[in-house]
């Protein structure tokens, strides 16, 4: 089955940066849009990033001009760069497999303080 394994989160202050990943098995990866999604305590989950299988990216407008998603098909694996980070980039991030995503990874934590 799908399997999704995100690393790369931590403790960063503000304007700091961070490299997420994502290490995906059992698909064909390079055939699957990927997505990066965080959720805040006490609010929903919200779409960050999406990376279409031809490389086409969307963010989120909160995020644009500070993040980038990229992917590396040899590896099966999903990056998001996070720059100039603010504490209300803090959240649980996850990434999913699809433009609609029906696999999730079990979550990496960022928190950035001010």
């Known amino acids: 089955q799908v399997q999704l394994v995100e690393s790369g989160g931590g403790l960063v202050q503000a304007g700091g940066s961070l490299r997420l990943s994502c290490a995906a098995s059992?698909?064909?990866?390079?055939?699957?849009?990927m997505g990066w999604y965080r959720q805040a305590p006490g609010k929903q989950r919200e779409l960050v990033a999406r990376?279409?299988?031809?490389?086409?990216?969307n963010y989120a407008d909160s995020v644009k001009g500070r993040f980038t998603i990229s992917r590396d098909n040899a590896e099966n694996t999903v990056y998001l760069q996070m720059k100039s980070l603010k504490p209300e980039d803090t959240a649980v991030y996850y990434c999913?497999?699809?433009?609609?995503?029906?696999?999730w990874g079990q979550g990496t934590q960022v928190t950035v303080s001010s």
């Open positions: 059992g698909m064909i990866f390079s055939s699957n849009a």
């Open positions: 999913a497999v699809g433009l609609v995503p029906r696999s």
């Open positions: 990376i279409t299988r031809g490389g086409s990216t």
